[in-house]
């Protein structure tokens, strides 16, 4: 019987994260999930646990990472050969998009699935001994798989593939993370409860491979016809590669996210995120079935489909009683209503919630970005979530391409007004371009350092003044030690509290009441007054 390694390599970029130590995003326990099923010997480790241990005894990792976890992943790879291993190597997750450049520069690595993982996973588990043996007559035949072949060449059998729902409602995620994360008890895990974006827009630019002949296709009201562009711009906002490798949403179904989450919470986890690029597109696309819903605004969200999730998940016991904290990771602003603001208020009250606004620039937004959605949805949806007891946070980018001093401008003047509303959180990221994404090869630069600048000042100030709202107040934190230092999450998420004073080990994590005693941009400070449980 084959032991298989699945090791969750997300956001460890060199080796270690900097100070978010609560996050396990849902793609390890899926494939760790799907190897269990097919009845081999699996265990699921994130990398500071796996990086421990003998290998002597693996016969196969599938390892999951971004793109800039590479160095991670190398220095994990280098370190199992050390201790024993011999075996084969997967790389899987967002990094698998840019496999070209993988496979040609780390030997060490051995195939790269691309894309969604279901599919392809299983044929390899069934072929695995194809994979050992390198036969490509069996390799050519595992869809969306990357490897070398035996003239060094690296090939990639087919484009992504994705995941049909009915199967995506019928994986059952590893659930037993108490053996595989450290510090489970603080940890959000993502649940998947859609796969896949809804925004087919495209930058329609003509700059560079970017050349849109104004088809209209991608503003058609035909959502069909919004799938394909005659000049290969790849869907969605230009900075993201989500529709592409995702497809359109699809979501799951409540039985299978609520039978996760029970999973989840009876091997001892707390905090639970219900993840998707829009919790909103939960059940949309079912108002638009047959077609594929690749519209981001129209049409509205799918309450009663929403609100049997919600009901479904918070009737769970542990939930119901605030034992468990379930949290949403993101929603699109022109999704936002009174009706979908009330709904998500009964439920996540104090609890966190982002919007991705990149620029407060509307015409930039819509023509060069791809994404139509404008400053006026995203003031009006803050101050509802607001209103509604939720904490809104917002993600801005700067540095994009075509961005130009208006933009800048026009930016500015939108965090100004997002601060009096009383946002709680600005995450400003500087462009990068993705691969599988339309900027993927934009050879254009933008370069506004003293907008820059300005953009960065305002954002940090309205994260300080965020900040110090804490000052002085008690917070329920899980407390996370480690050779970095003593951490605590807000239980509903919020700002790293750095703790000054000494707190204990604990392999699972644990509560406890801290005392906010200062600010800077990034955290906060305090002090443990007392442990919980
Ligand atoms: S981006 Fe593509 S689909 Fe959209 S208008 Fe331009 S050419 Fe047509």
């Not at 016969?59 to 084969?88: C, E, P, Q, T, W």
């Not at 819903?293 to 929403?306: E, F, G, K, W």
């Amino acid at each position: 019987m084959l032991n298989i390694l699945v090791v969750d390599c997300l956001a460890r970029a060199g080796g270690s994260r900097y100070s978010t130590f609560d996050v396990a995003g849902a793609g390890p326990r899926i494939v760790a999930g799907l190897v269990e099923e097919h009845g081999f010997n699996v265990k699921l480790e994130a990398y500071e646990l796996a990086i421990k241990k003998r290998f002597d005894n693996i016969h196969l990792l599938f390892i999951s990472a971004m793109s800039s976890d590479i160095l991670a992943v190398r220095k994990f790879i280098y370190n199992a050969v050390k201790r024993g291993f011999r075996g084969i190597v997967v790389l899987g997750g967002p990094v698998s998009i840019g496999y070209r450049d993988v496979l040609s520069r780390f030997e060490e690595i051995d195939y790269v699935v691309v894309g969604e993982g279901e599919i392809p996973v299983e044929k390899i588990l069934v072929h695995i001994d194809a994979l050992i043996s390198r036969d490509e007559n069996v390799l050519r035949k595992i869809p969306a798989l990357a490897y070398r072949n035996s003239s060094g060449d690296v090939v990639l059998t087919t484009p992504p593939i994705h995941t049909p729902i009915d199967k995506l409602s019928k994986l059952k995620p590893w659930v037993r993370v108490n053996g595989s994360y450290p510090y489970y008890r603080a940890i959000r895990f993502y649940v998947e409860v859609v796969r896949g974006c809804s925004n087919f827009r495209r930058p329609r630019i003509k700059s560079g491979e970017l050349k849109c002949i104004d088809c209209g296709f991608c503003l058609s009201n035909d959502f069909k016809i919004r799938l394909k562009c005659p000049s290969n711009i790849p869907p969605g906002c230009g900075f993201c590669s989500v529709p592409y490798v995702f497809g359109s949403p699809r979501s799951r179904s409540v039985d299978s996210i609520v039978d996760e989450i029970e999973g989840l919470i009876s091997h001892g986890a707390e905090r639970i995120v219900l993840s998707a690029p829009d919790l909103l597109d939960y059940g949309r696309e079912k108002l638009v079935e047959p077609n594929p819903l690749t519209d981001p605004c129209y049409p509205n969200a799918n309450i009663d489909a929403l609100e049997d999730l919600l009901n479904a998940i918070f009737s769970i016991e542990d939930v119901a009683s605030g034992r468990v904290t379930v949290m949403v990771e993101n929603v699109k602003s022109c999704l936002v209503n009174e009706d979908v603001a009330k709904l998500l208020g009964r439920f996540f009250k104090d609890t966190s919630i982002h919007i991705g606004v990149e620029t407060g620039d509307d015409w930039f937004n819509d023509y060069v970005l791809g994404k139509p959605i404008s400053s006026k949805q995203v003031v009006n949806a803050v101050k509802l979530l607001r209103e509604a007891g939720l904490r809104p946070c917002i993600y801005l980018m700067h540095s994009l391409p075509f961005e130009n001093i208006r933009v800048y401008d026009n930016t500015v003047k939108l965090v100004k007004q997002l601060a009096k509303i009383g946002v709680e959180k600005i995450t400003l990221y500087k462009f990068k371009p993705i691969p599988g994404s339309a900027f993927e090869k934009l050879k254009v630069e933008t370069c506004f350092p003293r907008e820059v600048n300005r953009l960065k000042k305002i954002v940090s100030r309205v994260n300080r003044v965020g900040k110090k709202a804490y000052l002085n107040r008690t917070l329920e934190v899980y407390i996370v030690k480690n050779s970095r230092g003593c951490y605590g999450y807000p239980v509903k998420h919020g700002p790293v509290v750095v703790v000054k004073n000494t707190c204990r080990d604990s392999d699972e994590g644990y509560k406890a009441i801290v005392k906010i005693t200062g600010v800077s941009d990034r955290v906060v400070y305090g002090e443990v007054l007392r442990e919980i449980y």
